[in-house]
């Protein structure tokens, strides 16, 4: 996998802007459940009030609040009296809370320094208490309690003063010991309570201080629930922008990995001898060109978002929930992420070893697709439909079988991951809903961990759905590698040899021997003939005697394994392969044609080539009679594989290819075994004209094809038995006697042979 991933440097620019996005994306989605925490707690419950702090407070008010508490001067340091003259600070905190027509020469107020989080931490411990005492003196109902409480010994007239003063007056007036005493047990209640609970009843008590103050406590609340829903909405849209980002980065890069990939595979394919491409297949290698990649590509999708934004998001939020809230939940998240990777683990097992089974179920599919649409009129001819239906349903089926393995066990996963999500939905507000109750928990809070528990366990997810995708894109990563990394059999030499001009069209086969990889018998042996320019050299035998891997080893489709097969002087494993079959035109035994248009097939070699060269090939090949006769000509389309033309038009164009080359050399593999004794007849005729200085090499079935030839090679179980002119051959060959008088009466030979000698004679004359 690692292999294929490393050509993604190409696309390294997009890659770093996607991390630097999902690093953005993981930050503000971390950041949104304190906004959902600060609107709840602070906007909600508190009315807008951060914290146990008194932004403003009157005279009155902080002379009572420092009667419970022993810390005057710590508190006043960070207050400044204001009664007249104010600067820009505390102007503006005036306006904000006061309004612009606040009188402050008529209200003596304190104003609170600016100072940092350290320093406003320490206040909030030291006012808590004196804050949270100064809100139960001021409650009514407590108020009558604690003056009953006061009065309880007191005569009738003494209490009904006492009970007609308010609290604060009584405690002003109380001799500092007795006070003292009263304000022990109140401070004692107030130390064993938690901390949240002194911070919000201490808020409670600042919003009593600002309404008396004359602060409009309504807007200041609505006031910071928008200020703090206008934040999260840009968090959040910080985020939805990233995510779309992200997702189109990753689709190109993706798309371009899959690009770079298929080049890879098909660049190397084309450098495949016939060993390669019979070891993989024409099936697999389409596969492994298309399925396998997509497979990579889905992946690459997928892959940055969980190597990056579900570490960062799960890591984060398990910090969050550790610093920003209350920690005592958080054995529920360790319980959620154990039961996650216990079911992913399971399902990862369980699935693995079908994943690589469903790629060579494919493959196998695939072939045999393949294999009965091209072979369609065979099987239409032997009534064979319904066997080949019955052995592409046993490749469906197999296929079928292990996708809905596969799939039953994925499937499973989803709602076994939702149900334990869900779960620990319900235990946290089961847990939280006791905390909040008991004081120990704030609603907001309890809202934030279950969004940072709903975020870890979504990273989690993510990581299992990769767990899905990554076991079958390995696969196909390593069946991708297994062609990028295969080398060709058939290799250029480092230091190449430039072809002997003085010998130029010269083929030498000296001693060459030859057998297909694995196998244990030699195909041809000791093959020694010479073709020269100028000259016909067939070459004939029967079936199997190694005619058209003789031909093959000619532009070096197989190398020979024995001997030397020398071109223009140079042996052909010493020149480079281009410069070789640039030189050379092959025409194969199956004519094989490309989708589009006559002319383009004609023009294969060269694009640029003129349209007299392409016309005069198409005269050669006997081709211009049926172009002609075709509406649009050389324009008419080929479909794919030559489709719509008939075997004898096939091969005509093949061979007209080839002559439109103009190359030193042709090889015709059996190519005129698809045209009627006329045709070819003629097309050999006209092409001797074309070939006058060229090397022409012929493997033929037909004797009447090879009986003008210079030269006639007769093979035999991959031996040469047999070297020379049809007349001598027809003498001193019984094999060659055998093969043509099995296709020739011995009358209609000797005609052809006379026929054949008054040709050379006239030829000869003539020059």
């Keep these: 996998m690692l292999k294929v991933l490393k050509n993604l440097k190409k696309s390294f620019w997009s890659v770093v802007i996607i991390v630097a996005l999902l690093c953005l994306q993981a930050a503000a989605d971390l950041a949104l459940p304190d906004y959902t925490s600060k609107i709840v707690n602070v906007g909600i419950q508190s009315g807008g009030i951060k914290t146990a702090v008194p932004k403003v407070i009157s005279k009155e008010n902080m002379d009572i609040l420092l009667i419970f508490t022993d810390s005057d001067n710590e508190i006043l340091d960070n207050y400044s009296f204001i009664n007249d003259v104010v600067n820009k600070e505390q102007e503006k905190v005036i306006q904000k809370f006061l309004g612009k027509d606040f009188d402050i020469k008529a209200n003596n107020l304190y104003v609170l320094n600016e100072i940092n ?36 010994n007191m005569p009738e007239n003494q209490k009904q003063y006492i009970l007609s003063q308010s609290l604060i007056d009584i405690v002003k007036n109380m001799p500092e010991e ?50 703090s829903g206008i934040q999260m909405l840009g968090v959040a849209l910080v985020s939805m922008i990233s995510a779309v980002l992200i997702m189109l980065f990753s689709s190109r890069v993706a798309a371009k990995l899959g690009q770079i990939l298929r080049d890879k595979v098909f660049s190397k394919v084309l450098t495949f001898s016939n060993k390669e491409l019979s070891e993989f297949g024409a099936a697999s290698l389409i596969t492994r060109s298309t399925n396998d990649i997509q497979q990579i590509q889905q992946l690459i999708t997928m892959l940055f978002r969980v190597l990056i934004y579900a570490p960062i998001i799960g890591v984060g939020g398990f ?11 958080a054995w529920i998240i360790g ?32 072939l045999v697709s393949r294999e009965i649409l091209t072979g369609l009129p065979v099987i239409r001819a032997f009534n064979k439909e319904k066997r080949e239906e019955v052995r592409f349903d046993i490749a469906n089926k197999d296929l079928m079988k292990t996708n809905i393995f596969v799939n039953r066990a994925m499937s499973m996963m989803m709602p076994l991951l939702m149900f334990i999500m869900n779960s620990m939905m319900i235990l946290i507000i089961w847990v939280g809903g006791h905390g909040v109750d008991q004081g120990l928990l704030q609603v907001g809070d309890m809202m934030a961990f279950i969004q940072y528990m709903m975020q870890i366990l979504m990273a989690f997810l993510m990581i299992s ?49 030859f057998r297909y990889p694995d196998a244990d018998a030699e195909i041809l042996e000791d093959i020694n003939f010479t073709a020269k320019p100028g000259e016909t050299t067939a070459i ?179 031996k040469v038995v047999g070297i020379g002119t049809h007349e001598k051959l027809m003498k001193d060959n019984e094999t060659y006697r055998q093969i043509a008088l099995s296709q020739l009466s011995e009358e209609e030979l000797a005609n052809n042979g006379e026929k054949n000698n008054n040709k050379k004679e006239t030829k000869r004359k003539e020059e």
């Design 117 to 152: 989080i350290e320093k406003e931490q320490e206040l909030v411990k030291i006012l808590a208490t004196p804050l949270m005492e100064l809100s139960t003196i001021n409650n009514e109902e407590t108020a009558n309690k604690i003056k009953e409480q006061i009065t309880v």
């Design 178 to 227: 007795q006070r003292n005493v009263l304000l022990e047990q109140f401070t004692k209640q107030i130390n064993e309570m938690a901390d949240s609970i002194k911070e919000q009843a201490a808020i409670a008590s600042i919003k009593e201080v600002y309404i008396n103050l004359g602060v409009d406590t309504d807007k200041l609340q609505n006031d910071y629930i928008f200020s």
């Design 319 to 329: 910090i969050k929930v550790l610093t920003n809230s209350d920690n005592s939940m």
């Design 335 to 366: 319980v959620a992420i154990l039961a996650i990777l216990f079911v992913v683990g399971t399902l990862f097992i369980v699935a693995m070893p079908k994943f690589k089974k469903l790629q060579d179920l494919t493959d196998k599919l695939n």
């Design 465 to 513: 759905m990769i767990s899905i995708m990554l076991p079958r894109a390995s696969v196909s990563a390593k069946r991708i590698n297994d062609v990028i990394e295969t080398e060709p059999a058939i290799k250029e030499k480092e230091n190449l040899k430039e072809f002997n001009k003085d010998k130029k069209g010269l083929v030498e086969f000296k001693n060459v021997s």
């Design 540 to 718: 004939i035998g029967s079936t199997g005697s190694g005619k058209s891997t003789i031909v093959n080893l000619i532009p070096r489709f197989y190398d020979v394994t024995g001997g030397e097969l020398l071109i223009d002087g140079i042996n052909i494993k010493d020149v480079s392969l281009k410069k070789l079959r640039d030189i050379i035109g092959f025409v194969p035994q199956k004519g094989v044609l490309f989708s589009g248009t006559i002319e383009s097939n004609i023009k294969y070699s060269d694009e640029n080539m003129s349209d007299k060269q392409m016309k005069e090939a198409a005269e050669i090949a006997q081709a211009t009679e049926f172009i002609e006769a075709k509406e649009k000509k050389y324009q008419d389309s080929i479909a794919q594989g030559g489709g719509n033309v008939s075997g004898g038009q096939k091969q005509r164009l093949s061979i007209a290819r080839a002559i439109a080359k103009d190359p030193e050399i042709f090889v015709f593999d059996d190519s005129f075994s698809a045209l009627d004794f006329k045709t070819d007849s003629t097309l050999r005729e006209a092409l001797s004209e074309k070939t006058e200085n060229k090397t022409v090499i012929i493997v033929a079935q037909r004797i009447s094809t090879i009986l003008n030839a210079n030269q006639i090679i007769v093979l035999e179980e991959g």
